[in-house]
């Protein structure tokens, strides 16, 4: 004992309290640094446990409880705990700690669910040079001690607070978050379609400015940030089990790449540097969403995977002329079932790379809504991107792109943002820029590029949101999907001439940004109006091969659902919705039954299967709010379902 800490030699008692660098721990030998209480999750308060029983218990919710191994006790005979009771040795597992049976829950306290929403990356993740806007509460939205970064010199991390938005704390120009602008979305949006569900929301940022891909992933020796996502989930089961309330994680936001796209910072060890290449990246994308994942299902003890919303890092961070980092979180996204790509961020306004309270706000409303379209709704959403490019066949000099459009038609918008030279497109001739003629819409889901030479004779490179353009384009489709929050402005005063919004502790954030503002059709700002959710097309990559008329993008609208089920092996029933179709798959084949349920508890639909695997229509079912009631093998699950 040191202090308050614990340290633990050859034993698991929880995650990982990291107080100093990795390497500096790794050089201690092999023993680990727990802060007593906290990752250990044991019960309080300690000195009422040690005199009463000489030991503390760990907490009634502990993870701990479920993830002991029992076959190390079992080989050395031990049975029993030490308080002589008897060990359960359940499915092979015991708790992990010292003592068997848990602490008694608390009673006489207010419970209520809680949903905990992260925001991890880099400096668009945390707000950077933004002021704040989001400064009203939405009742049922929460945060961790003073602010909503878990980090940068927070406090009160034993309270929730309600969430707002203002300059951090440590002194750094912050304030808007988008997961601000995505949480008060999410939660407005409940309001809307079911008020009936009554929960509370906890929102987290727990990213950090100027940081690679490596520096952010668990495996960092040269950092240890890892540990502020540790710590959101950490202090939120902490301020929760003392309310006997569940808590769950739905959804992780990823906002990051920008310093690997520069390549100049470290890498996962001493000495080494960040990736640029797209496969190493992905890699390391796939390692951290699965880390993240687990952790969460462990600490939270959900079965539910959260879902990885991840941004395309682009505007003016882009570099290179493959797009190798924007392109890898895109094939990753439409390559694994949970993942899911929001689309750019270059649409919104910035101040030259970061952007600006409206922008962050902007976007974290463009999260809100694919996170309700895909993990409310169950929809399979893509965003604007190519399926395939096909050089023209009588005509040498156009190339055709079709588009996945997830709300037809295609438009070329020079409103909501400013015109790029060819709309953002760029093509490339045995890898020399050839001159661009012209860029048109053909229908509701293909664009035609002309070229000034023949496309015909070589390889064939398109791109969308290149290094040239600053990553920006002018394609979108035409969604109608509304915003909750107005595009404000920025300049706008109160009757004494003061400005309505903070600008004056941020004197690096301009007033109106550089990037320009939003129009309407009429070439009027769009002030007071509510925030355009179009999907603007990816930035994109691709290449046409020589004596080959077309290319085809593989994975573009993601693994169909059987095929992302069938490469994983399930231990629990998974419930999954797409429009009116529902897919239920079950750990073994085995007899299950599905039962729908209208919001008055009366069943409407009911089907019975031994596959492990099946999908059900609802067609004659009308448009509305049901539960479905899954049983099989002996497990239950139920799910919400919005027809």
């Not at 008694?104 to 992260?118: D, K, L, M, N």
């Not at 490596?214 to 495996?219: A, D, F, G, I, P």
């Not at 792109?401 to 001739?429: A, C, M, R, S, W």
Request: net charge negative; charged share 20%; with cysteine.
């Amino acid at each position: 004992e040191e202090g308050k800490d614990l340290i633990v030699f050859h034993s698991y008692i929880g995650g990982l309290w990291v107080k100093s660098a990795a390497l500096e721990l790794a050089e201690k030998s092999n023993h680990i640094n727990y802060h007593l209480g906290e990752q250990a999750e044991l019960a309080m308060p300690y000195a009422d446990y040690i005199a009463s029983q000489n030991s503390i218990p760990l907490e009634y919710n502990s993870s701990g409880i479920y993830f002991g191994d029992a076959k190390y006790l079992k080989d050395l005979n031990i049975s029993i705990d030490q308080n002589g009771n008897t060990r359960s040795f359940a499915n092979n597992k015991c708790a992990a700690g010292a003592i068997e049976k848990p602490a008694s829950p608390p009673t006489g306290v207010e419970s209520h669910t809680y949903e905990q929403f992260i925001m991890y990356g880099q400096s668009l993740s945390t707000g950077h040079e933004s002021w704040p806007l989001s400064i009203e509460n939405i009742e049922g939205n929460y945060m961790i001690g003073k602010q909503i970064w878990i980090n940068a010199s927070n406090s009160g991390f034993d309270q929730l607070n309600p969430l707002t938005s203002d300059y951090c704390a440590e002194g750094v120009y912050q304030a808007e978050a988008p997961l601000h602008g995505a949480v008060n979305h999410i939660r407005l949006k409940q309001q809307e379609v079911s008020p009936e569900i009554d929960n509370r929301f906890i929102a987290t940022s727990a990213g950090t400015s100027g940081r690679t891909i490596e520096e952010l992933s668990k495996e960092s020796q040269t950092t240890t940030h890892y540990g502020d996502f540790q710590n959101a989930l950490k202090y939120a089961k902490r301020i929760i089990t003392k309310t006997n309330s569940p808590v769950s994680c739905p959804a992780i936001f990823w906002l990051q790449g920008e310093w690997n796209y520069a390549g100049i910072q470290s890498g996962l060890t001493p000495g080494s540097t960040s990736t640029t290449d797209k496969k190493a990246y992905k890699t390391l994308l796939l390692k951290l969403k699965n880390n993240m994942q687990q952790e969460i299902q462990e600490r939270y003890l959900q079965d539910d995977k959260p879902l990885f919303i991840t941004y395309q890092v682009g505007a003016q961070y882009t570099k290179g002329r493959t797009l190798s980092i924007g392109m890898a979180q895109l094939e990753a996204s439409n390559e694994y079932k949970d993942i899911v790509c929001a689309g750019p961020v270059y649409p919104m306004t910035d101040l030259g790379g970061h952007l600006d309270g409206n922008g962050y706000r902007w976007y974290g409303e463009m999260l809100g809504k694919v996170y309700y379209k895909t993990k409310i709704l169950g929809e399979d959403f893509r965003p604007l991107q190519p399926k395939r490019l096909a050089r023209d066949a009588e005509n040498p000099k156009k190339v055709y792109i079709t588009f996945h459009v997830p709300e037809p038609p295609l438009v070329l918008d020079i409103n909501t943002l400013k015109q790029e030279t060819n709309y953002g497109f760029k093509l490339y001739l045995r890898g020399f820029e050839t001159t661009i003629d012209k860029v048109e819409i053909v229908n509701d889901s293909v664009v035609a590029i002309t070229g000034r030479s023949d496309l015909t004779t070589d390889r064939l490179d398109v791109a969308y949101g290149s290094e040239s353009t600053r990553g920006h384009g002018n394609l979108r489709d035409s969604d109608p999907y509304q915003a909750f929050f107005t595009y404000v402005n920025p300049d706008q005063k109160d009757a004494e001439g003061n400005f309505l919004y903070d600008h004056v502790r941020n004197p690096k954030a301009s007033l109106i940004p550089p990037s320009g503002e939003p129009k309407d059709a009429d070439g009027q700002v769009i002030y007071d109006k509510p925030y355009p959710l179009y999907n603007f097309s990816v930035a994109f990559y691709y290449e046409i091969p020589k004596d080959s008329a077309e290319y085809v993008v593989p994975n573009w609208n993601g693994l169909v659902w059987k095929d992302a089920i069938n490469e994983v092996k399930v231990s629990t029933i998974d419930i999954h919705q797409t429009a009116k179709t529902l897919y239920i798959s079950v750990p073994k084949a085995a007899d299950t039954s599905v039962v729908v349920f209208d919001v008055s508890g009366k069943p409407v639909k009911q089907f019975a299967d031994k596959k492990r695997l099946q999908e059900y229509s609802l067609q004659s079912l009308p448009s509305g709010v049901y539960i479905v009631k899954v049983h099989s093998a002996g497990q239950t699950k139920t799910a919400k379902l919005i027809l």
